[in-house]
């Protein structure tokens, strides 16, 4: 840690366990067994799931974190654990602490005694925004207009806590929100003892960080297209791992005998993943540059990346804010066979009256014949008669009764519309929409918090 950074000829090898939420489970254990690790990392948010996690630690809380921080933790702690593996994870959505005990009670049935748990806190600024006066970025509209339908603000934090709680001695970090590359970027920084104004090498790490943080997109998952870009093994696909020098250089591979592969273009598809300027990426930690980044195949399943660059931070933190927005009802129905299309559009025919007559209010009412025009839009015409068709109708309501209306009304085509009609589903669900603003960095305070026998 205290040796100068261009003396330092250590690789720290970091594999990425999860790239979403709901992601497969099984290739982060691979990872921990196999991938010689010295951290395994899972990011598990995005834009609207921690305000899903606000929600759900408002009616219980001891709730709020990732609903599969259990089932992972008991796949890989152990074998992290016994390998010296640390993790860093974003698990713990809207209750950082809560996921912390809960890791630290898994530990100890696991018979692991010593392990050593920090969680992060302070990303979450719902009092700073109630406090004072912010403009929405989407709408230019105050945060107080959204009133009581204001459910969470969380700013995105950077690396500092999380070096913190590594320097403190923590086996496993768990965060609420930060910025997806800072899960790879603190430990690199820990490691190497780069300063927090190193900004191309800060550029470089993030680079690695903004790789691996889809995990199988970059293996081929998200890549695969039979016929165009064919990859091999997608059903046990192996998820990344980043080999990063002192320099902030890397080499992207997977575990040997996984599926799936790493080459100059899946890598280069997943750089260009959500990025809107390569040159000005924005973060927590860096503004950084990947305009001038190079990736070349090194070896099966090896890719060199380097040439990410970086200038210095910005004063304010993105800040996602989590609301009630409205509530959607949706009903589905099948037809099959001759004429399936004719009776399809029937059936939409009869559900856009009925819902009329009856005077269910929505704000926005939309119907799809699923394999004719539901992603082409309604003037996509079928280019050649089909054997089966389903019909979706999805309305956005004020409240949740009038969301229940929308499936009742599919639903009685049973009996009341076009012959043949089968497996019709229906659901209502409030919706939370997401909105953002800028919260200056000095009114954001974190905090470290250790889970310990």
């Known amino acids: 840690m205290n040796q100068a950074p261009d003396q330092d ?5 970091i594999g990425a366990g999860a790239g979403y939420s709901g992601d497969r489970i099984e290739p982060a254990l691979e990872l921990a067994e196999h991938g010689q690790l010295d951290y395994l990392i899972f990011e598990c948010l995005a834009e609207r799931t921690i305000a899903i996690g606000q929600q759900a630690r408002l009616a219980d809380s001891g709730k709020g974190y990732d609903p599969l921080l259990e089932q992972r933790m008991r796949m890989v702690l152990k074998a992290c654990a016994e390998r010296g593996v640390r993790i860093v994870t974003n698990m713990g959505a809207a209750n950082p602490l809560a996921a912390a005990a809960l890791i630290r009670a898994i530990a100890g049935e696991l018979g692991l005694a010593r392990l050593k748990v920090a969680a992060v806190t302070g990303d979450d600024v719902l009092p700073v925004l109630q406090a004072g006066r912010f403009d929405i970025d989407d709408t230019g509209q105050p945060v107080a207009s959204l009133g009581e339908r204001l459910i969470s603000a969380n700013a995105y934090l950077g690396i500092a806590p999380i070096i913190e709680a590594l320097q403190a001695g923590a086996d496993v970090v768990v965060t609420g929100r930060v910025a997806d590359p800072a ?4 430990p690199l920084v820990h490691e190497f003892g780069w300063r927090l104004d190193d900004w191309d090498r800060l550029g470089q790490g993030t680079l690695v960080g903004h790789l691996l943080e889809c995990a199988g997109q970059i293996t081929g998952g998200y890549f695969a297209d039979p016929g165009c870009k064919d990859v091999a093994g997608l059903a046990r696909l192996g998820f990344p791992i980043g080999e990063i020098a002192a320099d902030g250089s890397a080499v992207i591979t997977k575990v040997a005998g996984s599926g799936g592969q790493v ?16 040159a000005r990426y924005f973060t927590p930690d860096v503004v950084a540059d990947f305009s001038q980044v190079s990736i070349s195949e090194i070896g099966p399943d090896r890719v060199a990346v380097r040439g990410g660059r970086g200038q210095p931070r910005t004063a304010t933190l ?12 949706e ?16 059936a939409q025919q009869i559900v856009r009256e009925r819902l009329h007559l009856t005077g269910v209010a929505t704000s926005e009412l939309r119907f799809d014949l699923i394999g004719i025009n539901a992603i082409g839009g309604p003037e996509a015409v079928a280019v050649q008669v089909p054997f089966e068709v389903r019909l ?24 009341n519309g076009p012959a043949g009609g089968g497996g019709a589903t229906k659901s209502a669900r409030e919706v939370i929409a997401v909105l953002s603003t800028l919260v200056p960095r000095e009114l954001v305070r974190t905090a470290i918090h250790f889970e310990e026998l």
């Open 9 to 13: 000829r250590r690789t720290i090898r």
């Open 183 to 186: 899960l790879v970027l603190a």
């Open 263 to 278: 080459t100059t273009r899946t890598c280069t598809e997943q750089l260009l993943y959500e990025i809107h300027d390569p």
């Open 318 to 329: 993105k800040t996602t804010l989590g609301y009630r927005d409205s509530f959607v009802g």
């Open 331 to 346: 009903g589905q129905i099948s037809y099959a066979g001759p004429g399936a299309l004719e009776r399809a559009q029937l």
């Open 392 to 415: 979706r109708v999805t309305a956005r309501t004020d409240s949740m009764a009038e969301a229940v209306r929308i499936g009742n009304e599919v639903e009685t085509l049973y009996t």
